[in-house]
Nanobody, 125 residues
Framework: QVQLVESGGGLVQAGGSLRLTCAAS????????MGWFRQAPGKEREFVVA????????LYAESVKGRFTISRDNAKNTVYLQMNSLKPEDTAVYYC??????????????????WGPGTQVTVSS
């Protein structure tokens, strides 16, 4: 089992940057693919990006390609989401999630076993 806690959210102007951090508890962090999802008010939760157990494979939603970068540090049980060139439409609660069983990193939310409580990101125009 793993517990996840996100941090680093906040208010930023359009064009700005934020770095989200997801800290995981437990000794088996490297067993999990890790993903970031987001949910805007009145909308369904959507996939943002995922990274493989070793960090050598990533999967990005088209809407964030070239602007967001995921990375992980298995020694620190941490995954990061660097968000650049932020847009007002990036405003959402961002969730970190852990996937134990998939062969490859996936964008399907129902494949993820553990979720953090989320952190709010607000981008003003």
């Amino acid at each position: 089992q793993v517990q996840l806690v996100e941090s680093g959210g906040g208010l930023v102007q359009a064009g700005g940057s934020l770095r989200l951090t997801c800290a995981a508890s437990g000794r088996t962090f490297s067993y999990y693919h890790m993903g970031w999802f987001r949910q805007a008010p009145g909308k369904e939760r959507e996939f943002v990006v995922a990274v493989s157990r070793s960090g050598d494979s990533t999967l990005y939603a088209e809407s964030v390609k070239g602007r967001f970068t995921i990375s992980r540090d298995n020694a620190k049980n941490t995954v990061y989401l660097q968000m650049n060139s932020l847009k007002p439409e990036d405003t959402a609660v961002y969730y970190c999630a852990a996937d134990r069983d998939s062969y490859f990193p996936t964008g399907r939310a129902n494949e993820y076993d553990y979720w953090g409580p989320g952190t709010q990101v607000t981008v003003s125009s």
